[in-house]
């Protein structure tokens, strides 16, 4: 019989297993990462409600469950700033997450945003022959849902979303900070942020051609390497400056208090491509662990 159909729904995490377990598991099979501590209340009510879960979605999902007192390292690596969290990783890649203990119905929820091919329900799948919405497009139309139902914290994060990715920043940022606190520490949220983020480090910043005159002049330059790195992961190679990150992770690891490792690890929350993402976040986990 085929081993990961009999292989335990849900699993304790260690450094020694993440990248198998966790990051090349999920190119077949999402896993759910359960960040909690044997001190911390919420974390009792939630953990028992995500293994009922695990186990009545029968393999759909993988529950992984990690201790942040033992494994800190771990807990950095997903920049957990509080207990519980859980993170939806698939394809190597977060693709979703909460923060604070849900309620099953809201728990259900989340899954079924994820689950639903899992289960089959492909018959509502969008209309591949539908017009697209203009940036510009989805603004107005989010602007006109606040304005009728002001109370949907959601609708303001899509917002802020749709405001960066038509190139307003500094929109997209005070929208970011407006929210209500439930949807701060919101997956996209989170990526949103990061991206604004890497927006900000460029301000004032060499331009593109300066930058790689300067790798080229010192390649021990690793400011210079970093912030090319920047350059082309807003730009059209994001692939390229995943490796200058890289680069600098194995060559100087330490410089600037670990600055590649926290760039890399940004620019997975803004990144959509899966498989880049996998396949950088495996060679960032050699390099570490």
């Known amino acids: 019989m085929n081993a990961t159909v009999t292989a335990s729904p849900i699993f304790d995490v260690t450094t020694e297993n993440f990248e198998s377990e966790v990051l090349q598991a999920s190119l077949q099979?999402?896993?759910?990462?359960?960040?909690?501590?044997?001190?911390?209340?919420?974390?009792?009510?939630?953990?028992?409600?995500?293994?009922?879960?695990?186990?009545?979605?029968?393999?759909?999902?993988?529950?992984?469950?990690?201790?942040?007192?033992?494994?800190?390292?771990?807990?950095?690596?997903?920049?957990?700033r509080s207990i519980p969290t859980v993170m939806l990783v698939k394809d190597g890649q977060i693709l979703d997450g909460f923060a604070g203990a849900l309620p099953e119905g809201q728990l259900r929820e989340f899954l079924s945003r994820h689950m639903e091919p899992l289960q089959g329900d492909l018959d509502e799948a969008p209309d591949a022959e539908a017009p697209l919405e203009s940036p510009e497009q989805t603004i107005l139309r989010l602007q006109q849902q606040i304005a009728a139902d002001p109370d949907r914290g959601e609708l303001k994060l899509d917002l802020a979303i749709a405001l960066a990715q038509a190139g307003q920043a500094s929109a997209a940022e005070a929208e970011l900070n407006a929210l209500p606190a439930n949807l701060a520490t919101d997956a996209r949220a989170v990526r949103l942020r990061s991206q604004l983020d890497l927006i900000r480090s460029l301000e004032g910043k060499p331009s593109l051609d300066a930058l790689q005159q300067r790798v080229h002049a010192d390649p021990q330059d690793w400011e210079a390497h970093d912030l090319l790195g920047v350059r082309l992961l807003l730009g059209d190679d994001p692939a390229a400056g995943l490796e200058h990150w890289l680069l600098v992770l194995e060559k100087a690891r330490d410089w600037s208090d670990g600055q590649a490792k926290k760039r890399l690890i940004a620019a997975f929350n803004t990144l959509d491509d899966a498989e880049l993402v996998g396949r950088y976040r495996r060679r960032m986990s050699s390099l570490l662990f």
Not at 37 to 59: H, I
Not at 69 to 80: K, N, T, Y
Request: hydrophobic content about 45%; some cysteine; aromatic content about 12%.
């Open 29 to 80: 099979t999402p896993v759910l990462v359960d960040f909690w501590a044997t001190w911390c209340g919420p974390c009792k009510s939630l953990g028992p409600l995500l293994e009922k879960l695990a186990n009545e979605y029968n393999g759909a999902f993988r529950l992984a469950k990690v201790d942040v007192d033992q494994h800190q390292e771990l807990a950095g690596m997903f920049g957990i």
